[in-house]
């Protein structure tokens, strides 16, 4: 089956700076790769996501890169701000396969 | 808006205790899911289900059994509840097919077994 790999487990960035979170997959069939957020005391609730025809894609500050060779994928926050501190979660699937696999989050604090 | 709810935010439970953790989606969704949240493990999947009455294991379903009666409604039963039980779990649904996948979550139940 699928196994996902996020780094770091923990990121400490000062406010306005950029973080970035990266993770790995294991299956070179996978073609879907979102990534949630979580707010603490929240549900998870999706923030952006990238298929594996599309190699970048950008919604305002943030934005996910693919790597289809190398099976990695990267999520990228510039401009750091206080509401983005949050635990990011990293996933993977395959089209006609409903199961997300998730990483294992990465705790992001923005120090203001 | 999507909307799933869960029965409980918080529940307390004595080990050997059968347990019943309920969720609701009211957005007509083929899919749910139901994972434990701990930390420095993610987001693990125990079961989901594709359709009315099917139900397929996660990664770890040991312990837990699943049920899926109408659309809207997917139950997650822990036969005898056990303290390394102890966990967040979170219910989610989405829409089948390419192009549906984002899955819109519970607002999680966190369970204690003493």
């Known amino acids: 089956g699928e196994n996902v790999e996020q780094h770091p487990s923990t990121l400490s960035v000062q406010e306005g700076d950029s973080a970035v979170i990266k993770c790995t997959y294991s299956d070179s069939a996978s073609n879907y790769f979102p990534w949630y957020k979580q707010e603490l005391g929240k549900r998870p609730q999706l923030i952006i996501d990238?298929?594996?025809?599309?190699g970048e894609k950008k919604d305002q500050r943030i934005a996910v890169t693919l790597n289809k060779t190398a099976k990695h994928f990267s999520l990228h926050i510039t401009e750091t701000q206080p509401e983005d501190s949050a635990v990011y979660f990293c996933?993977?699937?395959?089209?006609?396969?409903?199961?997300?696999?998730f990483g294992t989050g990465t705790r992001l604090t923005i120090i203001p | 808006d999507v909307k799933v709810t869960q029965s409980s935010r918080y529940l307390v439970k004595r080990t050997g205790e059968k347990v019943f953790l309920e969720c609701v989606q009211d957005?007509?969704?083929?899919?749910m899911f139901w994972y434990r949240q701990d930390p420095g493990l993610g987001l693990r999947l125990i079961y989901f289900s594709y359709d009315v009455k099917m139900k397929e294991k996660g990664d770890i379903p040991e312990g837990y059994s699943v049920s899926r009666e109408k659309k809207e409604r997917f139950s997650l039963i822990l036969e005898s509840a056990s303290t390394n039980q102890t966990s967040m779990y979170l219910c989610?649904?989405?829409?089948?097919?390419?192009?549906?996948?984002?899955?819109?979550f519970g607002p999680g139940t966190r369970l204690l077994v003493l």
């Open positions: 996933a993977a699937s395959r089209f006609g396969n409903e199961k997300l696999t």
């Open positions: 990238i298929r594996s025809n599309v």
């Open positions: 957005m007509d969704h083929e899919n």
């Open positions: 989610a649904s989405s829409l089948s097919g390419q192009g549906q996948e984002t899955q819109y």
